[in-house]
């Protein structure tokens, strides 16, 4: 196994334990991450990313798989199992991620997901009927950042 998908295993070995300090070694201080919801963050925004997740998430579950590594990429699959607080219902999202490494840590990070099948599970019939538009998507994307931020804001090790 390369060193590459050696980090990336780490990573989501540490996820599934919510270990949010070991997924935060995996990275490189300069680290960008994506994903339909977080489409923008960088460095500590993405490790308090993590930590917020690990935190909140009290009954999280995370597998992965297919895990690849070539040159200074690679690549996984995973999924993950949780209540959505704000509606108390149950997401099941399947999650492929790419991988850009650096100095040995991953420096890229992007994730992609169908969120409109994550507003639909979310939010219910809600998400059925307005998953899909831009108005929902950045109401989802809204509400996410501002938690996020909430949450830096309350752990000052992320003190900018």
């Not at 590459?4 to 680290?31: G, K, L, P, W």
């Not at 998507?137 to 809204?142: C, Y």
């Amino acid at each position: 196994m390369s060193s590459n998908a050696a980090t990336i295993e780490s990573f989501y070995q540490a996820f599934e334990q919510r270990d949010h300090a070991a997924m935060a070694a995996c990275y490189h201080r300069d680290v960008h991450f994506s994903d339909p919801v977080f489409t923008d963050l960088r460095g500590d925004e993405v490790t308090a990313m993590w930590h917020m997740l690990c935190v909140q998430g009290t009954d999280l579950t995370v597998q992965y798989g297919d895990v690849t590594s070539e040159g200074e990429g690679g690549t996984a699959h995973w999924e993950a199992g949780y209540t959505f607080t704000p509606t108390g219902r149950f997401v099941h999202n399947a999650v492929d991620a790419s991988f850009v490494f650096q100095d040995g840590r991953i420096i890229e990070h992007v994730d992609d997901f169908d969120l409109w099948r994550w507003t639909r599970q979310a939010l219910g019939t809600l998400g059925v009927l307005t998953g899909w538009t831009g108005l929902a998507r950045g109401k989802v994307r809204e509400a996410a950042d501002q938690n996020l931020r909430r949450f830096i804001d309350e752990h000052p090790e992320y003190d900018r």
